[in-house]
T-cell receptor, first 111, second 113 residues
Framework: QQQVKQSPQSLIVQKGGISIINCAYENTAFDYFPWYQQFPGKGPALLIAIRPDVSEKKEGRFTISFNKSAKQFSLHIMDSQPGDSATYFC??????????FGKGTRLHILP | NAGVTQTPKFQVLKTGQSMTLQCAQDMNHEYMSWYRQDPGMGLRLIHY???????DQGEVPNGYNVSRSTTEDFPLRLLSAAPSQTSVYFCASSWGSYRTEAFFGQGTRLTVV
């Protein structure tokens, strides 16, 4: 069974702090690793994605770190803001196969 | 562009009833999927389609049927609703492959009593 394991389930961070969410995968054939952000009552939306030929990708305050040998990747949110409070899903997929999602992390940023 | 449109937004069913959740996209995407979201379970794939006339089962297909007669529409049918199907359902579409951005609808919150 292909799996993507995400941790923690929930996370509370002070405003201005760094939020870190981790994911691990099993299938070395995965070659696309997106992160989705979901606000209450809305569908998930793509936040940032990385392919395994790079070890890091940064978009504004959001950074994906990718460790191919450890089969792990993580999302870092710098200078976390109350507006970042949402559920975050990591995911993985490979060519011509469906996306596998992690179970999600509920992030709450304290004002 | 409307993106991915799901109807209805909310629905209450009695056990044993059947219904169809509608999903339509106007982006000419080949790939469409149905997920259910339950607390602590993340997004679980029910059925998916890689193009008109082609469908396949995902992780949790039992109790659900799909068809894909056009590129735009991908309805999900509940054959005989059960309380275990109480969930939030999301339809998603993407262009070309699963290694591109998936666009999700707003979801349908279904309660089976």
């Amino acid at each position: 069974q292909q799996q993507v394991k995400q941790s923690p389930q929930s996370l509370i961070v002070q405003k201005g702090g760094i939020s870190i969410i981790n994911c691990a995968y099993e299938n070395t054939a995965f070659d696309y690793f997106p992160w989705y952000q979901q606000f209450p009552g809305k569908g998930p939306a793509l936040l940032i994605a990385i392919r395994p030929d790079v070890s890091e990708k940064k978009e504004g305050r959001f950074t994906i770190s990718f460790n191919k040998s450890a089969k792990q990747f993580s999302l870092h949110i710098m200078d976390s803001q109350p507006g970042d409070s949402a559920t975050y899903f990591c995911a993985a997929s490979r060519v011509d196969d469906k996306i596998i999602f992690g179970k999600g992390t509920r992030l709450h940023i304290l004002p | 562009n409307a993106g991915v449109t799901q109807t209805p937004k909310f629905q209450v069913l009695k056990t044993g009833q059947s219904m169809t959740l509608q999903c339509a996209q106007d982006m000419n995407h080949e790939y469409m999927s149905w997920y259910r979201q339950d607390p602590g379970m993340g997004l679980r794939l029910i059925h998916y389609s890689v193009g008109a006339g082609i469908t396949d089962q995902g992780e949790v297909p039992n109790g659900y049927n799909v068809s894909r007669s056009t590129t735009e529409d991908f309805p999900l049918r509940l054959l005989s609703a059960a309380p275990s199907q109480t969930s939030v359902y999301f339809c998603a579409s993407s262009w070309g492959s699963y290694r591109t951005e998936a666009f999700f609808g707003q979801g349908t919150r279904l309660t089976v009593v």
